[in-house]
């Protein structure tokens, strides 16, 4: 099935210099294959679907470009912090990621977490 999303549509909502072929053949094509895994038959409609689709390619690419996303920027002094990757996780480190989940009324995608790994060492 083809992606619901455009390199175009992807730009307008985030300030990107990535050439269109690249946004589609990466992100948007990654957050196609995501959305018909998890939410294709899950009843929500195809035009809530592309939202979902959007916001998530728009996740994938933050993840790239702002290392997790941006949460603070100041100019005198230069400060830069980006969400704490380990924190949360998933889609709930980017505020794009956020907006998918919102935007999944049937909960699927706040249900989705990553796998949590520890190591205990006994001395």
């Known amino acids: 099935m083809v992606a619901r999303v455009t390199g ?6 985030v300030d990107t210099d990535k050439a269109d072929s690249l946004l589609e053949s990466q992100f948007i094509n990654t957050a196609h294959i995501f959305v018909e895994a998890n939410l294709v038959d899950s009843g929500l409609s195809e035009d809530v679907l592309k939202v979902i689709e ?27 912090r980006y969400a704490d990757v380990f924190k949360d996780g998933g889609l709930y480190m980017t505020r794009f990621g956020q907006q998918a989940i919102t935007f999944d009324t049937t909960g699927t995608l706040a249900k989705l977490k990553p796998k949590q790994r520890a190591e205990f060492r006994v001395i």
């Open 8 to 13: 175009v549509e992807l730009k307008e909502i």
């Open 54 to 80: 959007l916001y998530l390619a728009a996740h994938f690419l933050i993840m790239t470009e702002e290392r997790g996303g941006l949460i603070v920027e100041h100019f005198g002094d230069a400060t830069n």
